[in-house]
């Protein structure tokens, strides 16, 4: 949920399955000054999605990467985040080709973890840039 009374900047929706992660991202993004939907599952995360409209999306789940694409794609099919920056952030050392070309399609920044909470930000911050700039990749 977003905080009452920050200022606004730009929307963001960040899927993340491990909540103590989740909100100090958030939570790190909201003092940058923009407004955070936080879902812990792909199928929340779609609810805000078509609820809030979100100018940028993480997705970091431990999940297999055919899951994250098919979240993906079901973003990419709502017409107003045809062309939202998104990322997704996964623990999957060997995706497929497939994924891999299906995800560059679709324009989603992939990113391999380990990654460290100040680098999930920063990441996020690279989004809302794209966003508030009007580009996408």
């Known amino acids: 949920?977003?905080?009452?009374?920050?200022?606004?900047?730009?929307?963001?929706?960040?899927?993340?399955?491990?909540?103590?992660?989740?909100?100090?991202?958030?939570?790190?993004?909201?003092?940058?000054?923009?407004?955070?939907?936080?879902?812990?599952?792909?199928?929340?995360?779609?609810?805000?999605?078509?609820?809030?409209t979100p100018q940028a999306v993480l997705i970091d789940v431990r999940v297999p990467l055919a899951s994250g694409v098919r979240l993906t794609r079901a973003l990419r099919e709502l017409p107003a985040l045809s062309a939202t920056p998104l990322a997704l952030v996964t623990g999957d050392r060997y995706p497929t080709p497939g994924a891999v070309e299906t995800l560059r399609t679709l324009d989603v920044h992939l990113r391999q973890k380990p990654i460290w909470l100040e680098e999930l930000v920063d990441l996020a911050r690279e989004l809302v840039r794209q966003a508030a700039a009007g580009i996408n990749s």
């Open 1 to 52: 949920m977003p905080t009452p009374g920050a200022r606004t900047g730009v929307r963001i929706l960040l899927v993340h399955d491990d909540p103590t992660v989740g909100d100090a991202c958030s939570r790190a993004l909201r003092l940058d000054g923009h407004e955070v939907w936080a879902a812990l599952t792909l199928e929340e995360g779609l609810k805000l999605a078509r609820a809030h």
